[in-house]
């Protein structure tokens, strides 16, 4: 793990640590109900001020904390396009399953990548160093995941990429070797056909008809069709 990362997520373990004391808190608007007064915010006084920590630019993390409940949002980081599209996909994916974590929120807050509500209940339910430890090991995770698949994306692209150029390989090989089976068997003619290469320029704007076998040696020396 990188320095910078192991200090980001050590902030944010701290800041979780101080900000998870959450506490039952009816509503003041509806009786008999209790909801996450972080998301509401209908009461300034039960709201906390929000904590903000940036590992850079394009990566951070908000925690905004009420008296009853806590909302965690995590800004993932993209540093090309691939990985802008690997973690839209692979984020929405885990949003579609959002119960099955219970803490994940279906729709992150605008303007980051992915949220988690921990409300009081949770936090009775389940072991409060549990929960903070949960979130850690998720940023991990996130980060391990989004560097595999854009690893294997490219392994693929590569692969491709190959196969692609091999019939280009292939095809040129095929052609020259009809071409020196042409020239090959042209050599060995018993009678070879008359044409311009028969003919040696010997001065400029004479030609000079010479024998097929002198010929054969001047297409060995220059190349086929050549000029002297």
Avoid: W
């Amino acid at each position: 793990m990188a320095n910078s990362l192991r200090l980001y997520l050590a902030c944010i373990k701290n800041t979780l640590e101080a900000a998870m004391c959450l506490q039952n808190f009816p509503c003041q608007e509806v009786e008999r109900h209790n909801k996450p007064e972080v998301e509401l915010k209908t009461s300034p006084e039960l709201l906390l001020n929000p904590v903000l920590i940036c590992r850079n630019e394009a990566e951070k993390c908000l925690i905004e904390t009420s008296i009853n409940s806590l909302r965690i949002s995590l800004k993932v980081k993209q540093a090309d396009e691939l990985e802008n599209i690997l973690t839209k996909k692979f984020l929405r994916f885990l949003s579609m399953r959002a119960e099955a974590f219970q803490v994940l929120r279906r729709k992150p807050v605008q303007g980051y990548d992915i949220s988690f509500l921990i409300t009081n209940y949770h936090c009775e339910e389940m072991q409060k160093q549990k929960l903070i430890d949960f979130i850690i090991q998720f940023m991990e995770d996130i980060e391990k995941e989004i560097r595999d698949l854009k690893e294997s994306v490219n392994t693929r692209g590569r692969l491709v990429a190959t196969e692609f150029l091999k019939q280009f390989i292939t095809n040129d090989a095929i052609y020259t070797e009809k071409l020196n089976v042409r020239h090959h068997s042209s050599r060995f003619s018993a009678s070879p056909s008359p044409s311009l290469s028969n003919f040696v320029l010997r001065r400029p704007g004479e030609l000079l008809q010479i024998p097929a076998i002198t010929q054969l040696q001047i297409e060995n020396f220059y190349g086929l069709g050549n000029v002297i």
